[in-house]
């Protein structure tokens, strides 16, 4: 529960494979300007070593770096939209101790030829067009599954209709953070 008079961050963390989808869903999404609303591809963005030096799980550490990041500021952010490729058991513990009250993780997962494909063509990174990273989409996939979290699937969709999803899940999880915030009041 947050403090009488702050705002409760609400966190939305999408993970997968590299080429599934992930980053153009949050361009999309930062397109539409939602109030409030902040989409961040967290790969992108270097943290310092020294603090984190003690954990050896850099996409957790990330995930903690955020969380803290928008905490110590006012920012005026109502929920992040994080890109990242965290495990979803580490992304639900790393959530579980920052005690962030609105979080939901998502999978975000297509076809490992499709994904390939965009890889090669759309990314040019073939160095990650790999049997590794399919084996990394594969475990995700399980990992959401075993989890019961929410997937969107970019496979054969267009973007448009794999946003609209990720849209309805941004609009619920604000819902849910803002009638909470009211009925602290």
Known sequence: MSKPGSRSLAILVLTGASGAGKT???????ELAIPGVEGINC????????????SGDRQADILRYWIS??????????????????????????????????AQIVLVDCDPLKRNQRLHEDRGQPELSNP????????????ADALNLSIIDTSNDPIDKSFI???????????QASTEATSEL
Not at 87 to 93: D, I, K
Not at 165 to 175: D, G, M, Q
């Open 165 to 175: 999803e990720l849209e309805l899940l941004v609009r619920e999880l604000l819902k």
């Open 132 to 143: 590794k990273m399919d084996c990394w989409a594969a475990y995700l996939r399980g990992q």
């Open 24 to 30: 153009s869903l949050i361009l999309k999404l930062n």
């Open 43 to 54: 790969d992108r963005v270097r943290i310092e070593n020294h603090e984190t030096a003690d």
């Open 69 to 102: 990041h928008f905490r110590q500021r006012e920012i005026g952010i109502d929920l992040a939209v994080l890109d990242t490729q965290i495990r979803p058991h580490r992304a639900l513990e790393v959530l579980k101790d920052a005690t962030v009250v609105h």
